[in-house]
């Protein structure tokens, strides 16, 4: 079975700023030409994070293979009178003809680290920077939410509740997909699970068990259409519909096949507890529990630390709004054009010029021990992290990646993390990404050339 494609929401080549397009017409009008190199990265991490999982490669290659400008955009151009007719022909005939290079999806990434790279003509190169940027900025922010998540749980399932409170339908398509890749066990979101092959989850809801005239009589509705399920518990006092599940199991003896029962409220430590020891002295320590409600990372790892007998975790709001740190600082900035490396100076928003190369080292256990960013044609010490994934505007690979293949690269590298940049506390020092001295040079000379 070949990898699901991207679910890319893009309605047509005008989700862009319009300086981008402003800035194309001036470009073709002066005569600016020649290849461009722009690096996508994120300038600096959020307080709250220690690592970033870069995902949306895949959304990008099927934006920049697929975009055109239709009729009906050109139409609408036209008439804002900022373009001209020959200007319009160009963008008609604009295909993406130039070069990709990516990190992987799902690799481990830092601070100034060029996750993505484009070298095209000017013209095509710069059209795509809001688009990719916002596209890479939600998946990789979810992805990395997500990863701490499934740190804090130490093993036990996570299951994504996020779709009703997440911000349009293209975030809780593309969040449930960053999720899986990042190590969840399940979605609530049924499209996630048709376009990605994402397992499923979800039973019912308390207007379920209010439709009926008792906790128990909703119970025994719901089972008898899906005996294997997990009922919720708290809609009226959690532990006396845990002693309704326990009523239920008596009257179906050996026909009793619930696999669990959800806390949804209330101390989740103290009720997991009690429900444990009224399960387990009822004869069914099978069946699991199930928590959700207001649930992220921090207090995921406070119920496992406490030794709460807790089974899954449900994760909604928190994670799909990304709460504690809702936004990356990602950009998309120009470093060469015609073989000429260039760079900002801004204050706090300095660039790196060149074409460059992230290398990344382990030591003798197998743990990443430190970075380097370098110009593309060094021989550092490392593995290369950026690799072709289009060339000429095709794609290198013949189609997208296996989900299985990128969220095993996750688990491993998650894995090889550090122990400190694992944690969920700011690491103190933070992981090690240098500049190479070649890059430090070039970037000194390309500096001083701008002052004469």
């Given at each position: 079975?070949?990898?699901?494609?991207?679910?890319?929401?893009?309605?047509?080549?005008?989700?862009?700023?319009?300086?981008?397009?402003?800035?194309?017409?001036?470009?073709?009008?002066?005569?600016?030409?020649?290849?461009?190199?722009?690096?996508?990265?994120?300038?600096?991490?959020?307080?709250?994070?220690?690592?970033?999982?870069?995902?949306?490669?895949?959304?990008?290659?099927?934006?920049?293979?697929?975009?055109?400008?239709?009729?009906?955009?050109?139409?609408?151009?036209?008439?804002?009178?900022?373009?001209?007719?020959?200007?319009?022909?160009?963008?008609?005939?604009?295909?993406?003809?130039?070069?990709?290079?990516?990190?992987?999806?799902?690799?481990?990434?830092?601070?100034?680290?060029?996750?993505?790279?484009?070298?095209?003509?000017?013209?095509?190169?710069?059209?795509?920077?809001?688009?990719?940027?916002?596209?890479?900025?939600?998946?990789?922010?979810?992805?990395?939410?997500?990863?701490?998540?499934?740190?804090?749980?130490?093993?036990?399932?996570?299951?994504?509740?996020?779709?009703?409170?997440?911000?349009?339908?293209?975030?809780?398509?593309?969040?449930?997909?960053?999720?899986?890749?990042?190590?969840?066990?399940?979605?609530?979101?049924?499209?996630?699970?048709?376009?990605?092959?994402?397992?499923?989850?979800?039973?019912?809801?308390?207007?379920?068990?209010?439709?009926?005239?008792?906790?128990?009589?909703?119970?025994?509705?719901?089972?008898?259409?899906?005996?294997?399920?997990?009922?919720?518990?708290?809609?009226?006092?959690?532990?006396?519909?845990?002693?309704?599940?326990?009523?239920l199991s008596r009257e179906l003896g050996a026909s009793f096949r619930v696999r669990g029962i959800r806390l949804d409220s209330g101390n989740l430590l103290e009720l997991s507890l009690a429900a444990r020891r009224q399960l387990d002295a009822a004869g069914l320590g099978e069946v699991r529990i199930f928590v959700s409600g207001n649930l992220d990372e921090h207090r995921v790892a406070e119920l496992v630390g406490a030794g709460a007998p807790i089974d899954a975790f449900g994760v909604g709001t928190r994670l799909g709004t990304s709460e504690d740190a809702p936004n990356l600082d990602l950009v998309y900035k120009l470093a060469q054009l015609g073989g000429r490396p260039l760079l900002k100076l801004s204050t706090d928003k300095a660039t790196l010029p060149g074409i460059k190369q992230v290398w990344r080292r382990l030591d003798g256990r197998g743990v990443l021990a430190g970075d380097v960013i370098g110009l593309a044609g060094e021989d550092l010490d490392g593995v290369p992290l950026l690799e072709p994934r289009m060339r000429q505007g095709v794609r290198v690979a013949e189609g997208p990646e296996d989900l299985s293949i990128i969220r095993q690269r996750v688990a491993e590298q998650l894995a090889a993390l550090p122990a400190a940049i694992r944690g969920l506390a700011p690491a103190d020092p933070p992981y090690p990404v240098e500049v190479s001295p070649a890059l430090r040079d070039c970037t000194r000379s390309v500096a001083e050339g701008l002052a004469d």
């Open positions: 079975m070949s990898a699901p494609r991207i679910h890319a929401v893009c309605p047509s080549a005008l989700l862009v700023d319009l300086y981008e397009l402003t800035m194309m017409r001036a470009y073709w009008s002066s005569g600016v030409e020649g290849r461009a190199t722009f690096d996508l990265f994120v300038r600096r991490l959020p307080p709250e994070r220690n690592f970033l999982l870069a995902v949306g490669l895949e959304t990008a290659l099927e934006l920049l293979e697929g975009l055109r400008f239709s009729s009906r955009d050109l139409d609408y151009l036209s008439g804002t009178t900022l373009f001209d007719k020959a200007f319009l022909e160009v963008l008609e005939r604009l295909r993406f003809s130039g070069d990709v290079d990516a990190m992987a999806e799902g690799t481990v990434a830092f601070a100034r680290e060029p996750i993505l790279r484009v070298t095209a003509p000017i013209l095509e190169a710069q059209l795509f920077e809001s688009l990719l940027m916002n596209q890479f900025h939600v998946q990789t922010l979810l992805a990395s939410k997500a990863a701490r998540v499934i740190l804090a749980a130490r093993g036990r399932r996570v299951v994504d509740f996020g779709l009703r409170r997440m911000h349009g339908v293209d975030s809780a398509v593309a969040g449930a997909r960053a999720y899986w890749i990042a190590g969840f066990d399940g979605t609530s979101n049924v499209l996630a699970g048709q376009l990605y092959g994402i397992p499923i989850v979800g039973t019912m809801a308390h207007s379920f068990v209010q439709c009926h005239s008792s906790e128990l009589a909703a119970f025994r509705a719901f089972t008898a259409v899906y005996p294997e399920t997990v009922l919720l518990v708290d809609t009226y006092d959690t532990l006396q519909g845990v002693e309704r599940v326990i009523e």
